[in-house]
């Protein structure tokens, strides 16, 4: 079902949602949540770009005050992070929450929404969107966790896509929305409205190889999103779907047109229209660069969010064709799409980290710290990287994240700077979510379920 047959136009659009992990318990979380204290952190603030060494008290999933001291009396949980980092946490705006595939034949794995809620989790990914799943079904599973306040990072959905019939999505036998004219688009919109996703996903590519919405159509189902106060993100494919995008008022585009560097006039429009860019360069570099250098999966994150059959799988010299054919070519325009994003930030355009993980070439969870390496090869600080993978991204799904008064106890817990160095974001000390102290042992990948 998750063969990918991409060529040129179209690779990137694989992926997508498969049946989820649907009868997979979910983990009861405390009932009894206690405040917690963080004591002595090098707490970095990244949209002030400050380095504090400061302490952090949470109450009730809030960071609540910043005493010079331990407030006399205090009866909950303290730790001493005395020579630590903390950052907020990482946000993926971009994820197909079905599990990994690797570039060989028959390397998949399955995890299901639930399970990778826990694997982000592992990996300091407290909050994720799915961009495509089966609509009712991931639904229900956002829905379960939030009204039981479940553990695993916060699941936020787009549901179904919205194409044309036969377009990008339809490919990988999961029903989704077709729509070939502006009232389909309309009364689709409004159907879906209904049952409150979190955003609206558009595919838009008329140059591509499948077939594709008109612009009218495009219009229309922005346009009606819209009216319901509910954000949009737009797949596109060349720079012409992106103006399109831009002036119907997408509040999103996603993916990163690799035929050209990003013109001009597509720059004004995005500024003009306060469109965000979500890139996904995981997936767009990702078999290359971990065909590359397989090594990049031999940390502590990817060993724990992800089976030897998929990182073993990168070290193999038998791709499937189309994985070859996504190696080479991202090769041949990888400079291209490193310029684009440059050009992006630089010209003042949010940049908002999304991996398009589930597809080849990443791994759910690890792939948030594949992509800030990459905004940072492609010309943002370390600065910016971060704040486009926690603080933006998170204010994308309107979550509040900081290490701020008043912010959500939302952390992640480092052993080494990330401004010194971007890949410090992998060496993870613990997880803060929702005020507690996560047990990663517990949700990462267990020894007997390996290989
Ligand atoms: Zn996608």
Redesign the pocket.
Known sequence: MFRVTAGRRVR?????ASALAFGCAFLASSLFAQDLFLSGGQVIDVDAREIRIQNLRISDGVIVGTPEALPSGFAGEVVDVTGRWIMPGLVDL???SFGNQGPVEGAMEFQGTVMVSNRMLFAGVTAFLD??GLEDQILFVRNAQRENRTVGADIFVAGPCLTAPEGHCSEYGIPTRLMSTPEEARRNVDELAAKAPDVV?IVYAPEGRLPSIDRATLTAAIEAATSHAIPTVI?VQSWDDVRHAAIAGATAV??IPDDEVIPDDVIALMLTHGVASIP?LS?QFGVSDLTADPTLLDGPIAQGVTTEVIRAAYRSDDLTPAAERWRLQQIEDGPKVLASVRRLHEAGIQVLV?T?S??LGTIQGWSVHHEMKKLVEAGLEPWDALAAATTRGAAFLAQNYGVNIGDAANLVILEASPIDDIDNTERIVSVVHRGQIVDRAALGVRPSTTG
Do not use: I, M, S
Request: proline share 0%.
């Open positions: 990137w659009r694989a992926g997508a971009h994820t197909h961009l495509f996903k797949h996603t993916h996904t997936v999304g398009d589930g597809n």
